[in-house]
């Protein structure tokens, strides 16, 4: 099977979840948001609930198809870190991440997340080679 | 507390089962999808990635279409939705910044944080550092800088 179908199939999950949290909780479903609120002590209940879900989310696929989600690393360590720090302070400074800019300032055709999604989709499709060849 | 904002709890989590689990399903829990779906000129570009994202989009819409005719959601008072609106340097340039780390180590922070339950010591670290970086960038910069 190409990979298009579970591709489109755990896409609309996300939409789901995004839509479930939006129309329910009246909330976005924004995990740099989410996990920055965390880190200040605001909220902590609700999002501590949304990120052990995040945590069960790879650990119920693997009961449903026997084999966990397959997770292959591409960076050496010292490029994981400076990778994590930039993705850390650049979704906090921008306000969201593929998350709450990609998926649902998308949906809700924001301006703000429209031009947030697509400049880390430029800068990302920049990086991608030009570290392929340090990596 | 209340027996709303216990079942705020209970959807919270839910929410995140099912996005924990759109993102092992979808592949973007895996950084060599993410980077081979970056790296478009490698000559073997992996474009399913844009399913993702589309097919996120495809439900997310109706659904932002519902909220707006509603006075508050289900569970709360009122909506909890960003106010800005206007596209500043902030944005961009943490935006930017952003996409170079994606770009780099092939993971953003639902999939980051979702792969920890992997058990896998590099996913580890990059949350650490993630977190350290919006720690900087929400408490430390702020008294560093004017």
Known sequence: ???????????????????????????????????????GGQQIAPNVA??????????????????PPEVTIVASTPLIL???????????????????????????????SLAATATFLATGIVAAPVMGAVR | ???????????????????????????????????GFLDIASGR???????????????????????????KPVLDAQF????????????LAGSAIFGIGWGLAGFCPGPAISALSTGLVPVALFVCAMAAGMILHDRILPRILP
Not at chain 1, 83 to 96: D, I, P
Not at chain 2, 1 to 22: D, E, H, P, Y
């Open chain 2, 45 to 71: 570009w992996d474009p399913s990635l844009m399913f993702v994202l589309g097919g996120a989009v495809i439900v997310a819409a109706p659904g932002v279409m519902l909220q707006r005719r509603m006075a």
């Open chain 2, 80 to 91: 909890h939705l960003p106010e800005k609106t206007r596209i500043d340097a902030q944005l």
């Open chain 1, 82 to 112: 400076a990778a994590g720090l930039l993705v850390g302070v650049g979704t906090r400074m921008g306000s969201g991440c593929t998350s709450g800019h990609g998926i649902l300032g998308v949906a809700r055709f924001s301006k703000r």
């Open chain 1, 1 to 39: 099977m190409t990979p298009y179908l579970p591709s489109l199939a755990g896409g609309m999950l996300l939409g789901l979840s995004a839509v479930l949290l939006l129309v329910v909780n009246g909330r976005i479903a924004g995990v740099s948001g989410i996990v920055g609120r965390l880190l």
């Open chain 1, 50 to 67: 949304f990120i052990a879900g995040l945590l069960a989310g790879p650990i119920l696929y693997t009961t449903a198809y026997g084999r």
């Open chain 2, 1 to 35: 507390m209340n027996r709303q904002s216990f079942t705020r709890l209970l959807v919270a989590l839910l929410a995140g089962v099912i996005f924990g689990f759109g993102l092992s399903l979808s592949g973007m829990i895996n950084p060599a999808r993410i980077t």
